[in-house]
């Protein structure tokens, strides 16, 4: 393919070879030369794209890999002295150089030569470029080879003779072509320059040349395009000066400092960053080599206050410095002198490059004792200016600055972040002066890192102190700077410790700095903290810390380390230091209201009263000194009571006596709020009452407290000196808190005792704000503090009466709940801030009515005021608005969740059917509460039951999707409905039935679910309840219906129950008065569909009809039993196991109401509205006593267990009609499945009784059904059968005409079961079966008598027969002309056989009968039935051998042969003409015969007759035409000539004028 001239095909096979050569280990050595051969060849022809070239170069470099020798020997035959190359052959020798460095030394010698004497012939730039290309790779090649010779395979080479001659080429180029060549060219001799200088350095007689050539590379610094290769070049100059240790000139040295320093510090454009990397390496080789110059060049650098030099130099520093050059360590004073010089700089960049340097110096241990201090300072200051220029910015600040700033913040804190306190030098630069920025405010931010490094430094000083003899502790000496107190220190870290609750780092220092600082604040606290501070930190230990715990235990530290020191004059600078802090911190700041705290605890651990009184005076007089005057005045005054309650009221009461003309609630808005309002010592008094000692506060409350609070508040009130209700919300605020935490120190007393004898006053006044609250809006926090000032006031003596709580609690529900939601509520915000206050203000609203409502429940001893309470959430849990069932849940689950004490006989039943199924309501909120309700009622109850686990599903309610939440309420129902008490199972179902109605659809479901669960867990112990429990079930199923999905559950629900209770069940239902209306149908088939009871409702109902026919008698019960039972089986239910019984009960039914009619009254005690396209029921038990047959057939049919019957649907209606009721008993006999002969006998067994059974229909029945399976064989193999036929026999003589045709049918069909039976007994069998042939009244008895002897006489030889046979005969010819088809198909059926049992007796008897027979046959052969006629030709042929008449075979023979039938007239003609010449005397017989078909009432046999006269006299002879009655046939003939019939007529005149010929002929008159 190479040899192809296609260049792209080479393109792409060259491209495909690269990677394949290079990675094959191994290739053969003639494809190595063939393809060396071909990519030298393609290299060089210069008709082939460049590209192709290219690759096919690429290919031979690769091929060198396998082959070096041959693919060099293939270049350098190419490359000749003076003769100007391919420059790809060039390119080639150079990438060989490059790769393969080994090998190409030895040719280098040889290719320089050769190279030399090329250069002079190069006249175009591009192959100037490719030979400035190959001086690059080929200096590269020989400097690796001059720096590391020894690894090299063979002995050395002499390199001087290779780099003189890189020498000659480098001296060439740059003398001839570097100063008149193009950018280009240029660019390529830049390349060259680097490595070409590099490896001539190592020659001492060419260094200085060498060298002499680097201004010209620094002189190309012009085009950024090519500064990178300068530096490039540069650097590698650089690494080769200090690998062979050359001195630079000093001159030189300076330039290059320059010009790279111009490289980092590029102005106006931005330096390339290749460029500044590569820039900065050089830089850091100077480091290295002369660090002196350089440090002292920065140094002059940096006082040229340029932005961008000094940031750049800050960099290299910074860079240098991380490169830990060993050298640069030595200048460490320089550099931080170097360092000073920017520290007044205020640009940011500047700035934050120096904070970066110092970091760097920091970690690298760059910074000494002496001068590392204004560092570190500086990193603070920094931080200070930063926030400063924030907050309150000297000039309005750009975004960029803002950005500036906000970056210097950060990278001081990453700078404190990263600062190893312990590092070389470091603790002596820092300690103590680190300690002065603790207390001042500008260097908050600072704290989180400032304590670390002070905590590492103690703790490292006393790891020293332990392990020395002597103490080496840090000793405080204020030095140049002035160092905080104790007292600040202690004051300012307390109350950073707050912050430790909240999981702060800053906090979490500030106590661990504490717990470290005893001997610092106090040695007497040594001891002290040493013991508390190990339960102190063991607080926080826990993910959720609270903060009233942590503020509680730090205060308690404070109260009792004042106490240990014991100081007076200490406290009181304590308290002095607390109150200059006071500007330290926000007014909403945690910290702020700790202060507020710890300065009031500090106050009443203070011994001296008159310091604590005129402090308490100072705060009264000037509160805004303290920032919230409101809060910090009662923050101080309340802690400050819990020593100093005496004084405190004290100071209170002068002070309201000497402000009382001035104070009044407006004065705040028009002096600035300078001083205190009423309000705010309304607000005094309570926290006073809360903090003071609780055995002297009870004393004073009333007169000292409660009565000022009162007397203020409605000193405020007063409109022109009238009282009226404030709207003013800070003073209702003010008012309810006052008295809230009155109520708290009360009930925190424990004084049983103690009766508050403002109780009604203060609840009337909380009730009275709530109700004022508007219903629409829920702007203001007056409903949730006054519901929590109602919750405290409840508790305290007296009592509220039940109907108190009732109204307070209905009262405060009313006021909350209807609230519109709380989205809406939120739209009244006008501002994202107001919207969460009004969702704040909602939150603390709901959880204050749920306490509210826990307390004054479970305060009660009272199980039924409990319920009575509870109850008035009722109707809000209903609810149809989800965000009203929302906040009822939420109040319900705080009320029946977290460790309640219920009276012992509180009901959680009703409770728990209402709350469980909103387990999956609309909303996850809903949902959740509703779960832990029922859990909460479970463990109200003492039971407790799988919390963990409840728990972990009720987190899965949050989800979306019904079909998860249906599921885990089903699996909560399952695990606690078992521990439902028995006795409150009804509640609980008269609840959720009352849910089905009315609840939402995925509440209705899973109130179903709950229901279904429960009913399968405690179904079993609800025999006593279990009518009261039906009986509320039906009482909802009218309402129920009308919802699809709650009616199926209720279905379900009493489906259960039978499960545990199927007779009861039963017989409950069994009372619904007949016709079965559609509630009590649905019920029967719901039962039945339950797969788990079904068969015991079966067999209950099976066992309750057998009890109702005992008698076999049916009454309405036994008719309802039977109705039940339809619905049942028509569900599928089935019916294997109770067939035979259910079967045999079922058809014992029908017979005993056969016929029956049962008046209205006995039928239905009521009237029932029909529904439409329903129609009125007739009172008609057979029928659905039919139709319950009828379905438990199908049902067997579908089981396998019977037949469809030959009657089909019409069985049905034969069976329940009096008339047919046999025959449709014969047709279901016969669907009777033979394979399932087991069954049947089964069957067999029960229905046996029904042969003696004293009701007649009964005995019918049973008759009838024995009689089919009297000719199953298999029956009478495995039954008792005998027994049968003896009862059989007995009934063929019963007055009881169907009784007796049904006993005939089964004695014949014995024929078919039990062959050897009807020979043994065939006397009596014959003698019942012939005596009913003489029953002429009812032709059904006589027919089955025939058809019986038929199947009789089969059995049995003429013998047998013998004496009976006459009968038998003369019997049969007197049905040949009955009306009935069946009954004359039979008897020549039967004459048929009896010719075959004539034997010799009997023989010429019967040849006489065949004689008054023959006629009947003739004329039959056209009865209207074919069936008759088909008969009727094969009894003549049987008979015709008796009377010799064999001629006439073939007349009859041609009759059967055809497929239809001969015209008559012919037939007759043929036969007549063959019995006249073979025997005129039986023609004469057919003929004296004859006239008694001509009045037949069928019109066939009428015209056949006179057809037959018509044969018969045109064959008489003369002798019997003398004998014949003219007249008389002529009178019949003339008298058929009007026969309504054609045919008849036709026949009649033709037999006339065949009789007129005839006696022409023979000359006889007529």
């Not at 000032?789 to 109907?803: F, M």
Request: hydrophobic content about 40%.
């Amino acid at each position: 393919m190479l040899n192809m001239e296609d260049n792209i095909s080479k393109e792409d096979i060259y491209g495909h070879l690269t990677s394949v050569i290079q990675n094959s280990d191994i290739l053969d050595d003639a494809i190595v030369q063939r393809l060396i051969y071909y990519a030298s060849k393609d290299m060089r022809d210069n008709n082939i794209l460049r590209e192709t070239r290219m690759l096919a170069g690429e290919v031979l470099v690769s091929l060198a890999a396998h082959d070096f020798n041959s693919v060099m020997y293939e270049v350098q035959s190419n490359f000749r002295i003076l003769e100007l190359p391919d420059e790809f052959i060039v390119l080639a020798l150079a990438e060989l150089a490059t790769s393969y460095v080994s090998q190409s030394i030895p040719f280098m010698m040889m290719t320089l030569l050769t190279m030399q004497t090329m250069l002079r012939l190069a006249d175009e730039e591009r192959m100037k470029g490719v030979f400035c290309l190959a001086l690059e790779k080929f200096s590269k090649a020989i400097y690796k080879y001059v720096n590391h010779w020894r690894d090299f395979p063979y002995p050395r080479l002499d390199a001087n003779r290779l780099s003189d001659k890189i020498f000659m080429l480098f001296r060439y180029i740059m003398e001839k072509w570097a100063p008149i060549t193009s950018s280009v060219q240029t660019l390529a001799i830049i390349k060259a320059h680097g490595p070409t200088v590099s490896l001539l350095l190592h020659r001492e007689d060419l260094c200085e040349y060498a060298l002499d050539q680097v201004p010209w590379l620094l002189n190309q610094y012009k085009d950024k395009e090519i500064d990178f290769h300068i530096t490039q070049s540069l650097k590698q100059i650089l690494t080769a000066v200090v690998l062979y240790d050359t001195a630079l000139p000093k001159d030189l040295r300076k330039t290059i400092f320059i010009n790279l320093l111009n490289q980092v510090c590029r102005l106006p454009e931005p330096p390339v960053k290749e460029n500044e990397l590569e820039a900065s390496s050089c830089f850091l080789i100077l480091a290295h080599s002369n660090p002196a110059d350089l440090v002292e060049f920065f140094d002059e650098q940096m006082r040229s206050n340029n932005e961008t030099t000094r940031m750049g130099i800050l960099t290299l520093l910074r860079s240098a410095i991380n490169a830990e050059e060993p050298k640069l360590r030595d200048h460490i004073t320089s550099i931080e002198r170097t360092v000073k010089v920017v520290m007044s700089d205020l640009n940011i960049k500047v700035r934050n490059s120096t904070l970066l340097l110092i970091q760097t110096m920091c970690e690298k241990c760059y910074i000494e004792a002496r001068e590392g201090w204004p560092l570190i300072d500086y990193i603070f200051s920094q931080f200070a200016m930063s926030n400063k220029n924030l907050e309150k910015p000297m000039k309005p600040n750009s975004l960029k600055d803002e950005k500036g700033e906000k970056s210097v913040r950060e990278i001081s804190l990453e700078v404190l972040k990263t600062l190893d306190p312990l590092v070389i030098g470091m603790p002596q630069v820092l300690w103590p002066r680190i300690l002065t920025f603790v207390v001042p405010a500008e260097y908050t931010g600072t704290l989180d890192y400032l304590f670390n490094i002070i905590r590492s430094l103690i703790m490292a000083e006393e790891r020293k102190k332990n392990d020395a003899k002597e103490s080496t502790a840090l000793v405080i000496s204020t030095g140049a700077v002035k160092l905080p107190s104790p007292q600040q220190l202690l004051a300012r870290l307390l109350v950073i410790s707050i912050l430790a609750s909240l999981g702060k780092l800053r906090g979490a220092g500030a106590i661990g700095l504490l717990k470290i600082l005893p001997e610092i604040i106090h040695p007497k606290l040594v001891d002290l903290w040493k013991t508390r501070f190990p339960e102190l930190l063991q607080s926080l230990e826990g993910k959720n810390t609270s903060i009233i715990l942590w503020e509680t235990m730090l205060l308690q530290l404070l109260k009792e380390s004042l106490w240990k020191i014991g100081d007076v004059a200490w406290t009181i600078q304590l308290s002095q230091d607390f109150n200059e802090q006071m500007d330290s911190y926000s007014n909403i700041s945690l910290e702020k209201k700790f202060l507020w705290k710890a300065l009031g605890t500090t106050l009443a651990s203070c011994q001296d009263k008159n310091f604590v009184s005129s402090q308490i005076k100072e705060f009264l007089i000037a509160p805004n000194q303290l920032g919230d005057q409101r809060q910090g005045i009662t923050s101080i005054l309340g802690y400050c009571a819990e020593s100093h309650l005496d004084t405190v009221l004290k100071v209170l009461k002068t002070f309201q006596d000497r402000e009382k003309f001035f104070m009044n609630r407006c004065k705040g808005l028009f002096s600035g709020k300078k001083s205190l309002t009423k309000t705010d010592v309304m607000v005094i008094y309570g926290a006073v009452a809360l903090h003071a000692p609780k055995v002297q506060l009870l004393t004073r409350l009333d007169q000292d407290i409660v009565s000022q609070v009162l007397f203020l508040y409605g000193q405020c009130s007063q409109v022109l000196g009238m009282s009226v209700m404030s709207k003013d919300m800070d003073l209702q605020m003010s008012f309810t808190r006052s008295i809230t935490e009155i109520g708290i120190a009360v009930l925190d007393a424990e004084d049983q005792g103690f009766k508050f004898s403002y109780k009604e006053v203060l609840l009337g006044y909380m009730l009275d704000f709530i109700r004022d609250e508007p219903l629409d809006s829920l702007a203001s926090p007056v409903r949730w503090k006054a519901l929590i000032a109602i919750r405290y006031l409840s508790k305290l003596n007296p009592q509220l009466s039940l109907n108190d709580h009732l109204n307070i609690l209905e009262e405060n529900i009313r006021r909350l709940l209807p609230l519109p939601p709380l989205e809406k509520l939120k739209d009244e915000g006008e501002t994202d801030k107001d919207k969460e206050h009004i969702n704040f203000l909602y939150e603390r609203s709901m959880d204050a009515l749920g306490r509210l409502l826990r307390t004054m429940m479970w305060d009660n001893v009272k199980a039924e005021d409990c319920q009575e309470m509870f109850n008035l959430l009722r109707m809000w849990l209903v609810s149809q608005k989800d965000w009203e069932r929302e906040r009822a849940f939420q109040i319900t689950a705080k009320v029946l969740t977290n460790d309640i004490e219920a009276p012992e006989n509180f009901k959680i039943g009703s409770l728990l059917g209402l709350l469980a199924p909103h387990s999956c309501d609309t909303l996850p909120t809903i949902r959740q509460a509703a779960a832990s309700s029922t859990i909460g009622l479970f463990c109200i109850k003492g039971t407790h039951p799988e919390v963990e686990r409840l728990q972990d599903l009720q987190e899965g309610l949050q989800c979306d999707d019904v079909q998860v939440q249906i599921k885990i309420s089903s699996k909560i129902a399952k695990i606690v409905s078992k521990l439902i008490p028995t006795e409150e199972i009804l509640m609980f179902l008269e609840e959720t039935l009352d849910g089905l109605e009315s609840l939402n659809p995925t509440c209705t479901h899973a109130c179903g679910i709950w229901m279904i669960t429960v009913l399968k867990e405690q179904g079993a112990a609800l025999e006593e309840q279990l009518l009261e429990i039906l009986s509320m079930i039906y009482h909802h199923m009218p309402v129920l219906r009308q919802k699809e999905e709650s009616f199926q559950f209720m279905l379900e629900a009493i489906s259960q129950i039978a499960s545990f209770h199927m007779d009861a069940v039963v017989a409950n239902l069994l009372q619904k008065p007949l016709p079965f209306d559609r509630d009590t149908k649905t019920l029967w088939k719901a039962l039945a569909e339950n797969t788990a009871s079904s068969g015991k409702l079966l067999r209950a109902l099976t066992d309750k009809l057998e009890n109702e026919l005992e008698d076999d008698l049916a009454g309405v019960e036994a008719i309802a039993v039977a109705c039940a039972m339809y619905e049942v089986v028509s569900t599928g239910t089935p019916v294997t196991n109770l067939y035979p019984e259910v079967f045999t009960l079922l058809l014992k039914l029908v017979s005993c109401t056969l016929g029956q009619k049962m008046s209205t009254a006995t039928w239905s005690r009521r009237r029932r509205v029909l529904q439409q396209g329903e129609q009125q029921q007739t009172a008609d038990p057979c029928r659905l006593s039919t139709a319950t047959l009828k379905c438990v057939q199908a049902q067997a049919m579908k089981e396998g267990l019977a037949k469809e019957s030959d009657e089909g649907d019409n069985l049905w209606a034969l069976l329940s009609s009096p008339s047919t009721h046999h025959v449709g008993v014969c047709a279901l006999a016969r669907s009777m499945a033979v394979w399932q002969y087991g069954l049947t006998l089964d069957i067999m067994e029960q229905l046996f009784s029904s042969l003696t059974s004293s009701s007649e229909n009964y005995r019918i029945t049973g008759t009838a059904f024995f009689s089919e399976l009297m000719k199953e064989p298999i029956l009478w193999k495995h039954g008792n059968l005998r027994e049968v036929l003896i009862l059989m026999d007995q009934s063929a003589w019963d007055s009881n005409a169907t009784l007796r045709q049904m006993a005939i049918r089964g004695l014949g069909n014995t024929a078919s079961g039990a062959p050897h039976k009807v020979k043994k007994h065939k006397q009596i069998i014959l003698e019942s079966i012939i005596r009913g042939l003489y029953h002429l009244a009812r032709t059904e008895v006589v027919c089955e008598s025939l058809k019986a002897l038929k199947k009789i006489l089969e059995l049995l030889t003429d013998r047998d027969v013998s004496f009976y046979f006459k009968e038998i005969v003369l019997q049969t010819r007197t049905f040949f002309e009955d009306e009935q088809d069946d009954v004359r198909l039979t008897a020549i059926f039967l004459f048929e056989n009896l010719a075959s049992l004539t034997g010799r007796r009997w023989k010429i008897f019967f040849a006489e009968e065949i004689k008054k027979s023959m006629i009947s046959f003739l004329l039959h052969l056209w009865d209207p039935n074919p069936k008759i006629g088909a008969a009727c030709c094969d009894v003549l042929i049987i008979c015709i051998p008796f009377l010799g008449l064999q001629e006439l075979y073939g007349v009859l023979d041609h009759l059967l042969d055809g497929q239809d039938l001969p015209r008559a007239r012919d037939f007759y003609r043929q036969f007549c003409v063959k019995l006249a010449r073979k025997n005129q005397e039986i023609l004469w017989i057919l003929h004296t015969h004859s006239f008694t078909f001509f009045s037949s009432n069928w019109e066939m046999i009428r015209s056949a007759a006179v057809k037959l006269t018509d044969a018969i006299v045109l064959n008489l002879t003369n002798r019997y035409m003398q004998l014949l009655d003219k007249e008389q046939l002529t009178t019949r003939l003339q008298a058929l000539r009007q026969d309504p019939c054609i045919s008849v007529q036709r026949a009649a005149e033709a037999a006339l004028q065949t009789l007129l010929r005839k006696c022409k002929e023979t000359s006889i008159l007529l």
